[in-house]
């Protein structure tokens, strides 16, 4: 019978590896890598080294070369090196032809990704969203997974115990997918009704890239304690709160990261907790400014946004961590004057990219939140119009 586990135990030494395909330059696979380890590093590992390696598409039997994974190999002889994750999604029988040549436990991305989520899932809903994540991954792999017990050669006598355990596998993790979706639809029934019963509030979701403030916002903005953290989905969970500016109520919810490469089992599995962010009626979109490759964050999101069907909602794009911007980009040598100017023209390229539906600030630092507050109410009012046109409402 198969069996779930963790793909990472605490503190485990790792070496990532990515390859550098025909549409992306070693500037993206670098940043990539650079989130795997941040990822790696969420997840309880330290990585240790990287490898990369330009091909035209990966390969199919190993992914990276033959030569690139005898130099993995050598790297790993005589280390304590127990984990190697690849950057991209692999299949099963990839894992088993890369661990029968390395000797150490592979995984891929998604793979990282999901044992982070099971970690971090607390509510009914999250646990069961990531087992369901879990057991969609794992069964288009099982045939590879069970290859190093098939038989040598073909005819007669090479249909043994392999063969029959990974159908008896295929039918326990079918009938285990198909309980978790009955469960989950009985969890989405009663979130449904819970959001239903929220009454006729404006609804305003904050979104984003995952670990670029969303939650310290919300900590602000609604002045309740959500746990945040600087690592990577700190919050799977959706929170909700009921907030008040100037006798103006709406509701407030903080949602689970974006990210690229997100497993698409996994956006899936957390349909219901994505609702929050379909049926919303604003979007607070927060992007980290100081993160060198921000636009192509944005981008992510406004994809992922695209895929949810909910881009064309009114949405406030919120830069924050203006503090860590200026730290990365500016010195003491650098006359105030200068950095005005390129302060302006970043505020004026996003006012005219936004159409002057953006707003820069700092939440750890409380900058500019009054006027975050301002721009926030504003459109809430508007939305109340839009909803309620014929009702008189008083503010």
């Known amino acids: 019978m198969i069996e779930k586990k963790k793909a990472i135990r605490a503190?485990?030494?790792?070496?990532?590896?990515?390859?550098?395909?025909?549409d992306q330059t070693e500037e993206q696979v670098t940043?990539?890598?650079d989130e795997l380890a941040f990822l790696a590093e969420t997840a309880g590992a330290i990585a240790v080294k990287?490898?990369?390696?330009?091909?035209?598409?990966?390969?199919?039997?190993?992914?990276?070369?033959?030569?690139?994974?005898?130099e993995i190999k050598n790297y790993l002889s005589g280390k304590d090196i127990r984990l190697v994750i690849f950057d991209d999604e692999l299949t099963g029988s990839q894992i088993t032809n890369i661990e029968k040549e390395l000797g150490v436990k592979t995984i891929d991305r998604s793979d990282l990704i999901l044992d982070i989520f099971a970690s971090r899932a607390r509510t009914a809903q999250a646990k069961v969203q990531v087992e369901l994540a879990q057991y969609q991954y794992l069964l288009p792999r099982l045939k590879g997974m069970w290859k190093h017990l098939e038989r040598?050669?073909?005819?007669?006598?090479?249909?043994?115990?392999?063969?029959?355990?990974?159908?008896t596998d295929r039918r326990i993790v079918k009938d285990k997918i198909s309980l978790l979706r009955k469960r989950l639809a009985e969890i989405d029934k009663q979130s449904f009704t819970q959001r239903k019963e929220r009454g006729e509030l404006i609804r305003v979701a904050l979104v984003g890239y995952t670990n670029v403030g969303k939650s310290t916002l919300m900590n602000l903005l609604?002045?309740?304690?959500?746990?945040?953290?600087?690592?990577?989905?700190?919050?799977?969970?959706?929170?909700?709160?009921?907030?008040?500016?100037?006798?103006t109520p709406f509701l407030l919810s903080d949602t689970v990261g974006f990210i690229r490469k997100l497993p698409h089992h996994l956006v899936e599995s957390f349909k219901s907790t994505l609702d929050e962010?379909?049926?919303?009626?604003?979007?607070?979109h927060v992007v980290d400014?100081?993160?060198?490759?921000?636009?192509d964050q944005i981008g992510v999101v406004n994809k992922t946004l695209q895929e949810l069907k909910a881009f064309d909602k009114p949405i406030l794009t919120i830069f924050n961590k203006m503090d860590l911007y200026r730290e990365k980009n500016f010195d003491q040598w650098?006359?105030?004057s200068v950095e005005e100017e390129i302060l302006r023209e970043l505020r004026e390229k996003w006012d005219h990219a936004t159409e002057g539906n953006c707003v820069f600030v700092s939440a750890k630092e409380r900058n500019n939140i009054d006027a975050l507050r301002e721009l926030i109410l504003k459109k809430v009012r508007d939305m109340y119009q839009v909803r309620y046109p014929y009702r008189t409402i008083h503010f």
């Not at 503190?11 to 025909?22: A, D, F, H, P, S």
């Not at 400014?289 to 636009?295: D, I, K, N, V």
């Open 11 to 22: 503190e485990e030494r790792t070496v990532l590896v990515g390859v550098i395909q025909k």
């Open 50 to 70: 990287r490898f990369t390696q330009k091909l035209p598409h990966p390969d199919s039997r190993t992914f990276v070369g033959k030569g690139k994974l005898e």
């Open 31 to 33: 940043e990539y890598l």
């Open 152 to 167: 040598q050669g073909g005819g007669i006598g090479t249909r043994g115990p392999g063969e029959t355990e990974i159908e």
């Open 277 to 284: 962010v379909r049926e919303a009626d604003i979007l607070l």
């Open 334 to 336: 650098l006359p105030d």
């Open 222 to 247: 609604s002045k309740s304690e959500v746990f945040a953290e600087n690592k990577l989905f700190a919050t799977l969970d959706t929170t909700t709160r009921k907030v008040v500016f100037e006798n």
């Open 289 to 295: 400014t100081s993160h060198p490759q921000y636009e």
